[in-house]
T-cell receptor
Framework: AQSVSQHNHHVILSEAASLELGCNYSYGGTVNLFWYVQYPGQHLQLLLKYFSGDPLVKGIKGFEAEFIKSKFSFNLRKPSVQWSDTAEYFCAVTPMDTGRRALTFGSGTRLQVQP | DVKVTQSSRYLVKRTGEKVFLECVQDMDHENMFWYRQDPGLGLRLIYFSYDVKMKEKGDIPEGYSVSREKKERFSLILESASTNQTSMYLC????????????FGQGTRLTVV
């Protein structure tokens, strides 16, 4: 079965600092990859997704992620964080060749941006 | 916009009660999912359904069952609630296509006392 690892559980940054959140998955086949974000008191929403093509994908609010197949990684980046980026971030994967339609999530990273 | 609506935002139930969590989506999605979210554990899949009356166990189905009588509605049932089922429950839906994303409801925070 596939699994997703997010190594940073809690990250504290100052505004304008750069952000990189790690995500690694364990599955040898073709995958779809996602980053979801959950702002305080709000529902989970999609930040960005990778299906195929350019491994560098851009999402909403200035976020981007790079898929490195050889490293089974899909790290999330933002050059300059804002206080409003304070949220919990989840990496997720769906294998494309098993028939499993559900997303498998990592344990999440809580980001706290200090003004 | 896709809308996934969970019937309750907060619920408090007693140990041993039968609990129903309801979820409705308005985009004619084939697939629907129930996850539970716990601090430090992320989201874990309980059950999912890929069609009416069809269901498959996820990673943590013990103590839960589901019902999908209509395409738009997916119910999670706790047959006899226990304190270790205190959690945030999230419903999601997605189309049947290969390259598609899931849409989530606002969650139901269930406390079992």
């Amino acid at each position: 079965a596939q699994s997703v690892s997010q190594h940073n559980h809690h990250v504290i940054l100052s505004e304008a600092a750069s952000l990189e959140l790690g995500c690694n998955y364990s599955y040898g086949g073709t995958v779809n990859l996602f980053w979801y974000v959950q702002y305080p008191g709000q529902h989970l929403q999609l930040l960005l997704k990778y299906f195929s093509g350019d491994p560098l994908v851009k999402g909403i609010k200035g976020f981007e992620a790079e898929f490195i197949k050889s490293k089974f990684s899909f790290n999330l980046r933002k050059p300059s964080v804002q206080w409003s980026d304070t949220a919990e971030y989840f990496c997720a994967v769906t294998p494309m060749d098993t028939g499993r339609r559900a997303l498998t999530f990592g344990s999440g990273t809580r980001l706290q941006v200090q003004p | 916009d896709v809308k996934v609506t969970q019937s309750s935002r907060y619920l408090v139930k007693r140990t041993g009660e039968k609990v129903f969590l309801e979820c409705v989506q308005d985009m004619d999605h084939e697939n629907m999912f129930w996850y539970r979210q716990d601090p430090g554990l992320g989201l874990r899949l309980i059950y999912f359904s890929y069609d009416v009356k069809m269901k498959e166990k996820g990673d943590i189905p013990e103590g839960y069952s589901v019902s999908r009588e209509k395409k738009e509605r997916f119910s999670l049932i706790l047959e006899s609630a226990s304190t270790n089922q205190t959690s945030m429950y999230l419903c999601a839906s997605k189309t049947g296509g290969l390259n598609t994303e899931a849409f989530f409801g606002q969650g139901t925070r269930l406390t079992v006392v």
